[in-house]
DNA sequence: GCAATATCCGACTGGTTCAGTCCGCGTTTA
DNA sequence: TAAACGCGGACTGAACCAGTCGGATATTGC
C-alpha cells in the first residue's frame, strides 16, 4: 500500500532523464524507454499526459519528442505523480462522499487529512533537480526530511 | 493512489473507539462495528491481525471482545498501518527486487526511499491518543505538522 | 509528393488486489 | 449445554493496474 504507480515510476524516471540531457532539443518516447527499459508504448501516454499537464512541450515528426516546458527546478514531484495518478488522498472518503456523511463515523479524517498535507508538501518540495543530484551534496530535500526528523 | 485501504481505517477507527471507552474491560467486534456501520464479519478480520500483531488483546467467550494492549499514546498509527497492510514502500520495487537490477535504471529510487522514511516517521508519530483529540489542542500531530512546513 | 518518424488517442486484455461474505472450528461463560 | 465470542481459511465480485494493439494526425527529409 501507500505506493506510488509504475507510471508515476516512470514519469519520474523520463523527467529525471530528460533534464540530465538538456543539450538535446528534443528526445522521443522510444529513446527514453530504451534507456530505460521500459514499454515503449506505456512510456508514450505517460508522456502525453505529462506534456497535457504542462509539464511537457511536445513536437511530433521526425527528430520530435518532449522536452521539459519549464527548469528542472521548477518541476516538482508532486505535479508529476498528480498529473499522473491525479489527485491523492490517503483517506479513502473524499469530502463530499455520501458513505461517510451517513455514519457520522469518521472522526479519523482531520487528523488524516493533516498527514495527507504533510506528504504532500514534502513532495512538493522535491523537484526534478533533486532527483538527479543522487548524491548527497544537501540537495533541498535531504536537509528537509533531516529537519523533518529533528521536530517530530 | 497514495490512499490507505478500508481495513487500515477500520482498524484506526476501531483503536480510538476503544481508547475512548477505557472503561470497559472489552468490546466485541460486533460492538464497533454497528458503531460506526462497517461490516462487522470484515472488522473482525481486521481486529484479528492487530492482535496478532500484539496491539490488542482478545478474549474470548461472552462478554469478550478487545482492548488495547498498550496506552493509546504509545500505539501508533504507523504500527497499525503496518500490522494491517503491510510494509509499504512508495518505491514501486523493493531492494532486492530483480526487475530493478537488470536494468540500471532506479537512480530514482534513493530520492523517494527518503521520502519514504519521511511519510514513516510522520505516521510513527502520530498516536491512536492524537486520533481521540480531534479538537485542535496542539497535540503532537498538528505541531509536528506546522513545523514540517516551516522548515519546507 | 512520398515515406519515415513522431505524437496522439481510444479500446482492449490479463493479472492482481481489495472489499466483503460464508462457513466451520475452538474457547469461554452463564 | 448452549449462547456469545474470537479464530482462520476459502471464496466471489468488482475495481484497478500494466501493458498491448490499431489507427489517426502532424512534421520532416529526400
Redesign the pocket.
Known sequence: ?LKL???ADYGLMALKYLAEHPETAAL???DIADAYG??A??L??I??QL??AGLLR?????????ALSREAREISAYEVIHAI?GPFFIT?CTKGSKSCELTPSCTIKEPLARVNETIAGVLKSISIQDLTEQEHPAGHAQEASRLIFLTL
Chains 1, 2 share one sequence.
Open positions: 500500500m504507480t509504475k507510471k522521443s518516447a522510444k521500459i514499454p508504448q506505456l508514450a501516454k508522456l502525453q506534456t497535457k511536445s513536437h511530433a515528426g521526425m527528430n520530435g519528442g518532449y495518478d479513502s
